[in-house]
């Protein structure tokens, strides 16, 4: 998922059907208050973030997002007017992954999307939300400053909490992702597992919420 700030209908509309036509989701926010309210339920992979917004400018903005630790990894590309040379670097100086100077070509913006898509993966190998820290390359995890052991199913579905916080998994989902689609079993291994992960990652475990019916999330806050 692509979000894409933008106060100019015209321009933010552009954008969200460039990025459908080729290959992303995406939705478009006319200003920071309801970017931040979508951000709540679900974290993109990328944002574009205009820096002429009305109330709240894209600077401003960008600075909640990398002073947030559920959001400062979230790559974003800022759009700046032609000849607005400060603020291109005080975005960049701010966090910001990439630029595109006003009036840009779509194919422009697609390109540095999926340049800037690359460059982060290649990259963002750990995985960070509240106190707890989990490193895909070493298959390690951390609580608050804590090694903790997990067994490779825990590790798998902890893995996938972090990757989007505040996302629900129902049990279905982490049963097919953990466990796999040809696996017979049922789905309460799955609570059992959560059981013992939240038990593992000692006060951090408060975190992994429960969602009555659905299934669980992740939440920084808790």
Known sequence: MIYCVEDDAGIRDMEIYTLKST????????????FFEALKQEKPELIILDIMLPIEDGIEILKKLKASSGTDKIPVIMATAKGAEYDKIQGLDLGADDYLVKPFGMMEMVSRVK???????TQTRILTVGGISLDIDAH???AEGKRVELTFKEFEILRLFLSR????????????????SNYVGETRTVDMHVKTLR???????????????VGYRIEENK
Do not use: H, N, Y
């Not at 290959?23 to 309801?34: H, K, L």
């Open 165 to 180: 916080p505040g996302v629900v998994f129902t049990r279905d989902m982490l049963f097919a992702e953990v466990w796999g």
């Open 199 to 213: 038990q593992k990652l000692g006060e951090c475990g408060g975190m992994i919420e429960t969602v009555r019916g």
């Open 23 to 34: 290959g992303f989701d995406a939705v478009g926010f006319e200003s920071g208050a309801p």
């Open 140 to 142: 390690t995890v951390d």
């Open 115 to 121: 340049a800037v898509l690359r460059r982060c993966k």
